[in-house]
């Protein structure tokens, strides 16, 4: 059987510098609230949702949106499913369209668009270093996490001690999905990442071992209200794994 096509958003892109990218998976219950958020926070980025053919139809939903909101694009991925694959997409795509920043984001509310901004400033700090990576950080003074329950806190902490103590990433929140990224700094190397959430470990790592600068930047992450997690059983154990075998990598060089 022939592979079913992609589709894409049909308006043309305006130029422009920052791109937002948020991948959904069944966030239908979310996807109007993300995109009203989003370009209300700031005047000039752009947004990109990159849904992976979901059931409910949240890429439906989000294409409908398009004919009305010409800072919006969307790209409905068939026959692939991964959280790490959608961003990789988007990055490309902005990559593509010539855009110099990044902001990946989640769907479910839990990054609040409001935040936008503060990353994006702190990508050029006053008189300092301009910054590849800006993280929004629940671990650093100030970044909060609100309406976990205490599981979510100890896998979430084992994950980050890992990342920073054996992968060798010097941050204390890895596993954030909240970021700002200059484009240049991060297409321009070779990379086999990881198609599920540990894209999001690994990218980091990538960024640190090419010598770029990451800084964190305080947020708080607000446990989803509607819709279901994807970060399920099956998915931890594959990223799981996928953290281990990045750990020999960077460790061992293999
Ligand atoms: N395109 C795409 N997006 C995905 C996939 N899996 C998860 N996502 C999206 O990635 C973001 C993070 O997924 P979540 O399910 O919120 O995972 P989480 O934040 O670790 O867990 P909860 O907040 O408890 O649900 C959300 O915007 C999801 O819709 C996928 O396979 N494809
Ligand atoms: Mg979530």
Redesign the pocket.
């Known amino acids: 059987m022939p592979p079913v096509a992609d589709i894409t958003s049909s308006a043309a892109w305006p130029s422009g510098r920052v791109l937002v990218v948020?991948?959904?998976?069944?966030?239908r219950a979310n996807v109007d609230q993300l995109i009203d958020g989003v370009l209300a926070a700031a005047p000039d980025p752009q947004l990109l949702i990159?849904?992976?053919d979901s059931p409910d139809g949240t890429g439906v939903v989000a294409l409908d949106r398009t004919a009305r909101e010409p800072r919006l694009h969307v790209l409905v991925?068939r026959g692939r499913?991964?959280?790490g694959?959608?961003i990789l997409e988007g990055f490309m795509l902005a990559a593509r369209h010539g855009f110099e920043i990044v902001v990946n984001m989640?769907?479910?509310l839990?990054h609040a668009p409001e935040d936008i901004p503060r990353l994006l400033a702190a990508m050029h700090p006053a008189g300092g270093r301009p910054a590849d990576v800006v993280l929004g950080s629940r671990r650093v003074p100030g970044g909060r996490v609100v309406g976990w329950p205490a599981w979510?806190h100890v896998v979430s902490r084992l994950v980050g001690w890992f990342t920073r103590w054996v992968v060798g990433v010097p941050v204390r929140d890895a596993s954030s999905?909240f970021r700002a990224v200059r484009v240049a700094s991060f297409t321009g190397r070779p990379h086999a990442f990881a198609t599920g959430?540990t894209f999001l470990e690994e990218m980091l790592w990538t960024t640190h071992q090419a010598g770029g600068r990451i800084v964190e930047v305080p947020i708080t992450f607000t446990?989803?209200e509607r819709?279901?997690?994807?970060?399920g059983l099956r998915?931890s154990l594959t990223g799981g794994w996928a953290l281990l075998r990045l750990a020999v990598t960077a460790r061992l060089g293999l």
């Not at 948020?22 to 966030?27: Q, R």
């Open positions: 948020a991948a959904t998976y069944e966030e990159v849904d992976d991925r499913r991964g959280l694959g959608a989640d769907a479910d839990s979510r999905g959430y446990n989803r819709g279901s997690s994807k970060a998915e």
